[in-house]
């Protein structure tokens, strides 16, 4: 059976305390959702619904945030707010600061974005994006009495590749990982090491829909099969213990 | 309109020579295909299909490799494959062979793999992926007089995320990467870094549909629009100069 992957637009520039599912509900596409459904949320509506978006004009920054956008020429709020939502700086040269967030990701800027939201404020990453997932999965459920799996997506670089993919910040009714170990391959081989991360490819997959410029940041993704176990997307996060390149 | 990804099941063992393209068109689905389809091939039928499938028993280890396969408790001939396959060992720690290939590609243990062969094989990457993609795309062309795009996908790991996801490694029809650098978001701001890497998350979305046992070496992915020009995976490729992690 065919996957399906289906574009949801939502015009409305979201504010804290917006109803998302009241206004997924509101679309055709909304109102076609079925049972086993994959709706991937872009981070983007979920940190403007939670408030999670700064005046930039209220950041005081301290000396070593002035420092660095000094030398990065970068705004020293933004950095100030990049060094705020930091636990670790990974990498900083050429104007690029890679840091490791407090929730454990990977990406640059620590998240803090600019784009698509007006001038002079800023967006941080959810503060827990596997909670928000959990509560539009749970008020989907309530609204429609469908089950379905939530993703929450951010779209992040990676070392060695050019170009950006859609990943998963927060995951609720899906296991993020399907794991291949102790399987067999077509020769009645023992599969050894592959284990996929279906929710990023779920992410990517909904990034193909959206577009960056056109007010879709929901998608449906249909006719997958899944499994429920264990779902956090923090099963994604390689701990630095185990990482070769942290 | 929504994105579709079929899956091509093809139970045949491919060996060199098999016309990949008969094969294809000989399922119901291949008959079905449209203009402007994505294929997405995995690198395993490709590899086989042009003979990059090595007889262990035929490798002689030299010393190099014995000494690093005997550290790593790994076999002493496929580490030869290994080397022989990299252009830059990348990291070499807790049993995991990071390398950048002749291609430029980075990824564990050069692209070798034993899985899905029979035992006392293994499979190197294609040499020239984007040659093998173009070569199909012209193919299809000729027998069905439609214009497709064509993209081989290989499953790597990456830093700091656990999970594998799908990663294009051949391409032709299609361009990579968009880039939005320059054009407007929703609030009329300049977009100023993003560019995605459609041609990464369209092998992840087709890998959703393939599973890791199943015979399924092959996606169409349908309704999807893209640009034709410049298409290559060597854009996909960031320079060790500008990379934060080489």
Chains 1, 2 share one sequence.
Not at 101 to 125: K, P, Q, R
Not at 220 to 227: E, L, P, T, V
Request: aromatic share 4%.
């Amino acid at each position: 059976m065919s996957l399906q992957i289906i574009p949801v637009r939502i015009s409305k520039d979201i504010v804290p305390g917006d109803d998302l599912i009241e206004l997924l509900l509101e679309t055709r596409t909304g109102r076609g959702l079925k049972e086993g459904d994959i709706l991937v949320f872009t981070q983007k509506i979920i940190s403007k619904q939670e408030g999670r978006k700064v005046n930039l004009s209220k950041i005081k920054p301290t000396l070593l945030a002035t420092g660095i956008a000094n030398a990065f020429a970068k705004d020293p709020r933004i950095i100030q707010l990049i060094l705020d939502e930091t636990k670790r700086i990974i990498r900083m040269k050429n104007g690029i600061i890679i840091s490791e967030t407090h929730h454990g990701l990977v990406c640059a800027n620590a998240g803090i974005d600019e784009s698509n939201i007006e001038s002079g404020f800023a967006t941080l990453l959810p503060k827990d994006a596997d909670t928000s997932a959990q509560k539009l999965r749970r008020r989907i459920k309530t609204r429609t009495g469908k089950n379905v799996a939530v993703i929450i997506s951010d779209t992040f670089g990676r070392p060695f590749r050019e170009g950006q993919t859609d990943t998963a910040i927060g995951v609720s009714g899906i296991s993020s990982i399907i794991d291949y170990v102790g399987k067999r391959d077509n020769f009645n081989r023992i599969l050894r090491v592959t284990a996929i991360a279906i929710a990023d490819e779920l992410c990517s997959a909904s990034e193909l829909v959206r577009g960056k410029t056109l007010r879709t940041p929901i998608a449906i993704i249909r006719n997958y099969q899944f499994d429920k176990k264990n779902s956090t997307s923090k099963v994604l996060l390689r701990a630095k213990s185990l990482d070769l390149f942290r």
